[in-house]
């Protein structure tokens, strides 16, 4: 079993910059594929970014590139997200989630655990 705890939410004005951190309990963690979802009011969970379980695999929905980051350090058990040039359109409730899946990139079906959300707001 893992439990997954998101940190870093909040308020900020348009262009500003969060980091969202995700600290996992158990073990193994390196082992997994760590994503970050968000989901904003009346739409549907999306993937923003991704970090496969092997170096390298990264992943980042085309509406964040070259704003945000993904990030992990295996020696704490925590991922990161660090948000640069937010935008309004970035408001939603921000989730960390895992998956064992082997592949480079996780399905969203794919992911095990889920943190319980993080609310991100971007005023204009």
């Known amino acids: 079993q893992v439990q997954l705890v998101e940190s870093g939410g909040g308020l900020v004005q348009a262009g500003g910059s969060l980091r969202l951190s995700c600290a996992a309990s158990g073990r193994y963690f390196s082992s997994y594929a760590m994503g970050w979802f968000r989901q904003a009011p009346g739409k549907e969970r999306e993937l923003v970014a991704a970090?496969?379980?092997?170096?390298?695999?990264?992943y980042y929905a085309d509406s964040v590139k070259g704003r945000f980051a993904i990030s992990r350090d295996n020696t704490k058990n925590t991922v990161y997200l660090q948000m640069n040039s937010l935008k309004p359109e970035d408001t939603a409730v921000y989730y960390c989630?895992?998956?064992?899946?082997?592949?480079?990139?996780?399905?969203?079906?794919?992911?095990?655990?889920w943190g319980q959300g993080t609310q991100v707001t971007v005023s204009s």
């Open positions: 970090s496969g379980s092997r170096v390298g695999r990264i």
């Open positions: 989630a895992a998956s064992y899946a082997s592949s480079p990139i996780p399905t969203m079906a794919q992911y095990d655990y």
